[in-house]
């Protein structure tokens, strides 16, 4: 790494790690484009400019017979802690089709009458968090591969100590208060204290909650 990419990331710590170009395999560089306010990693040669944009996750609070279907992980990070099922939304697919296949993978479950739940903003490690509410369909599950079982817990029995993350546990929370008062709302949270580097141990986080 050259001492300007080191200054420079010094002042802009997001600044893309890509070296060389993914389409023509030269060397990138980083420099502001022109119009742009950020620095990007440019290809010296095609001119190719680098976005990072923030990633999403879809999950799904999944009910059955008034208990909540629960993985726990099978691969890192956060490997046998308690986790809804969720993962990254891929190109070519809806909010809801992702939660669906994702609670698919992880659980082998199918959903029914999803309602969008909670819209989470996690600036600290560039992603945003939607879960959507839903049914279990016939009651079944099991652990698919990333898995190491799964389970149905009543609200007294979740794990609370051993959920994989904090957007698991606020997601939760929420779900039950809104339980108890018979109206379930959309929630939109910003959770701005889990950081990219403190995925192995991450501390409660501050939470802005504005509905
Ligand atoms: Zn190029």
């Known amino acids: 790494m050259g001492i300007r990419t080191i200054l420079l990331q010094t002042v802009f710590p997001n600044l893309s790690m ?6 023509c395999g030269q060397q990138v560089e980083a420099r502001i484009p022109l119009g742009d306010e950020r620095l990007r990693a440019v290809c010296k040669i095609c001119g190719y400019v680098h976005y990072e944009n923030p990633r999403l996750v879809l999950g799904a609070i999944i009910e059955w017979e008034g208990r909540i279907l ?27 089709e ?20 909670a819209f989470i903003d996690v600036p600290g490690i560039d992603q945003a968090h939607v879960f959507y509410r839903a049914k279990l369909v016939a009651g079944q599950h099991a ?20 959920l994989a993350f904090p957007t698991i546990s606020y997601c939760l929370e929420h779900y039950f208060a809104d339980r108890r008062t018979g109206v379930f709302r959309c929630h939109q949270i910003t ?14 986080p501050s939470i802005n909650e504005r509905c």
Do not use: V
């Open 70 to 96: 629960l993985c726990r992980r099978a691969i890192q990070p956060r490997m046998g802690l308690w986790t809804l099922p969720a993962g990254f939304m891929e190109n070519g697919e809806s909010s809801l």
């Open 143 to 162: 652990p698919g591969e990333e898995s190491l079982e799964t389970a149905l817990f009543a609200e007294a029995e979740i794990p609370w100590q051993d």
């Open 191 to 204: 959770l701005t204290g889990w950081k990219r580097q403190a995925m192995a141990d991450c501390a409660l």
């Open 98 to 117: 992702a939660a669906a296949r994702e609670t698919r993978e992880e659980a082998q479950a199918e959903i029914e009458d999803a309602e969008l739940f």
């Open 18 to 23: 890509i070296r060389y170009c993914p389409y």
